[in-house]
């Protein structure tokens, strides 16, 4: 069974600019969990949807955003791009009616320069 | 607000040792999970060991055991018979059922030494 996927695995972009990054969650999963790993911070929540809809969010500025699509996949935009938003970004999935358990992605290393 | 406390930044054991990760947690809820993830240096995180925490019997999943204190809100990871390969970080999360959010510690950084 395929795990959780996330594109790209590495993204380099400048202040200012928009990011998208992307996540497939396991075949049968439709809850999809957005969290931002910044050096020395641990991980922070962002985001949760499900079901095409978001259902939680983090502490974080309204340019984090993003969707859920109708296969489950998922997207994460950072608008206007700041030095700070330098972090790892994991993706995971969890059955909506399940154990709660998330199952993460590799992630992708976002670098604002 | 609930808080997840890891006060070991970095560890290190012999291989065939055993080491325990401590973490402690704070919450006003009675009813909530436990979890342990180990981040290898590849960056997959990989779940290790889930607690619930109605459940008195300390969960285990073969080398890796956990001792949970629910009064104490302590919740300490022991690896049994250490390997090169349980080098990673490790981070303790807790979450409360239908909140779907996990709240993770900063996490501890394991070398298991040859």
Redesign the interface.
């Known amino acids: 069974e395929a ?1 959780v996927t996330q594109s790209p695995t590495h993204l380099i972009k400048t202040r200012g600019q928009q990011a998208t990054l992307r996540c497939s969650p396991i075949s049968g999963h439709t ?1 999809v ?1 957005w ?1 931002q790993q910044a050096l ?6 962002l985001l ?1 949807y ?1 079901e095409g809809e978001e ?2 969010r ?1 502490n974080f500025p309204p340019r984090f955003s993003g969707r859920q699509f109708p296969n489950y996949s998922s997207e994460l935009n950072v608008n206007a791009l700041e030095l700070e938003d330098s972090a ?1 970004y ?1 993706c ?1 999935s ?1 059955l909506r009616q399940g ?9 992708t290393r976002l670098t604002v320069l | 607000a609930q808080t997840v406390t890891q006060s070991q930044p970095e560890m290190s054991v012999q291989e065939a040792e055993t080491v325990t990760l401590s973490c402690t947690y704070d919450t006003s809820e009675s009813n909530y ?1 436990l ?1 342990w ?1 180990k981040q290898p240096p ?6 290790v060991i ?1 607690q619930e925490a109605y459940k008195q019997q300390n969960a285990t999943e073969n080398r890796f055991s956990v001792n949970f204190q629910k009064a104490a809100k302590s919740f300490s990871l022991k690896i049994s018979d250490s390997q090169l390969g349980d080098t990673a970080m490790y ?1 303790c999360a807790f ?1 409360v ?1 239908g ?9 501890t950084r394991l070398k298991v030494l040859a």
Do not use: E, H, V
């Not at chain 2, 590849?42 to 779940?47: E, G, T």
């Not at chain 2, 909140?99 to 996490?107: L, R, V």
């Open positions: 795990g809850s969990y969290y020395g911070l641990g991980l922070q929540f949760w499900d259902r939680n983090g790892l994991l995971a969890s154990t709660d358990t998330q199952y993460f992605g590799p992630g | 999970y979890f993830y590849s960056r997959q995180m990989i779940l889930r981070f979450m059922p909140t779907y959010k996990y709240i993770f510690g900063t996490g």
